[in-house]
């Protein structure tokens, strides 16, 4: 089986429940992603959601001390960028692929 259709199978398990796949999928590219990639720093734009298959995103905050904290670690159970989809654009967050893998991508449409 191929990388694109695994990851879609991945995906298709998280979201089956909600009959959503076949309007996601036209949507959706594989992608792969480096360790370090920064996906969005927080104050930017998101431009594109994503459904990790095999990487790992970390969500880090910069406290005003300077201090990094992770807010959250998202692997193939979770989405990363999901408020692009719902029209909240800004990123409060920064987002780093914490761990080299691929992604179903999907940028949002504009109306």
Known sequence: MG??????G????RIAFSGDLAA???HLKLAHFEQEQV???AGD???ATYFP?????????????????????VGRDGVVG???ALDGRM?????????????????????
């Open 91 to 111: 990123a409060l967050s920064r987002g780093v692929i914490q761990l080299s893998g691929e992604a179903m991508v999907g940028e949002p449409t504009l109306h």
């Open 53 to 73: 298959t095999s990487a790992v995103v970390s969500i880090v905050v910069t406290l005003s001390s300077g201090q990094v904290v992770e807010a959250a670690m």
């Open 39 to 41: 996906l969005f720093e």
């Open 45 to 47: 734009t998101i431009d």
């Open 82 to 84: 999901a408020s692009a």
């Open 24 to 26: 996601l999928q036209p």
């Open 10 to 13: 991945q995906l298709a398990s």
């Open 3 to 8: 990388a694109r259709y695994a990851a879609q």
